[in-house]
């Protein structure tokens, strides 16, 4: 997808910001309100106190990561509302944060999931595969509907400019 330098600030803060803050709503529903995993209890599953505290300081540094990348995005924000040459869209800026929240659970469920089986999106599942795949349809459907938002919010034109 082709943007133009009024376009591209804007789209690189709303996919850092839906990356970090999917990112946060997976660590808090699926880690700490549910319960459903830790980030390493498929390797160390928490059964003992010392493999508990290990996954919660992983869970830990997982949640720093995705605070940073919000951080991160809300700088970009405030960056691309101070050029010259700036331009908003508020569904640019939803599609952007789609998309990155689902490339974020598209890689987070085929590396950690899939790949190193790090955990899965709810360990104690009959067949885990099942959640694991609903999860990445869910980010292959939210990179979609992101993509779709972004080009129907059209071109900035010249007039767009403030």
């Known amino acids: 997808m082709k943007?133009?330098?009024?376009?591209?600030?804007?789209?690189?803060?709303?996919?850092?910001?839906?990356?970090?803050l999917g990112?946060?709503?997976d660590g808090i529903l699926f880690h700490q309100i549910m319960q459903t995993h830790q980030m390493l209890s498929g390797w160390l599953p928490p059964s003992k106190l010392l493999d508990?505290?290990?996954?919660?300081f992983i869970d830990g540094l997982f949640h720093l990561f995705t605070w940073t990348l919000t951080l991160l995005g809300v700088a970009l924000l405030y960056a691309a509302g101070r050029g010259?040459?700036?331009?908003?869209?508020?569904?640019?800026?939803?599609?952007?944060?789609?998309l990155g929240?689902?490339?974020f659970n598209v890689l987070e469920g085929l590396v950690n999931h899939h790949m190193l089986g790090l955990h899965h999106v709810i360990d104690q599942a009959p067949d885990p595969?099942?959640?694991?795949a609903i999860y990445l349809?869910?980010?292959?459907?939210?990179?979609?509907?992101?993509?779709?938002?972004?080009?129907?919010?059209?071109?900035?034109?010249?007039?767009?400019?403030?």
């Open 84 to 98: 010259p040459q700036r331009w908003w869209s508020g569904r640019s800026l939803l599609g952007a944060g789609l």
């Open 3 to 20: 943007t133009d330098k009024r376009r591209g600030p804007l789209l690189a803060a709303g996919f850092l910001l839906g990356a970090g």
């Open 23 to 25: 990112g946060s709503a």
């Open 137 to 162: 349809g869910v980010g292959l459907l939210m990179m979609g509907l992101g993509l779709l938002l972004i080009r129907r919010a059209g071109r900035p034109s010249p007039a767009d400019a403030r």
């Open 101 to 103: 929240w689902g490339l």
């Open 129 to 132: 595969r099942i959640p694991d």
């Open 52 to 56: 508990i505290k290990v996954n919660q």
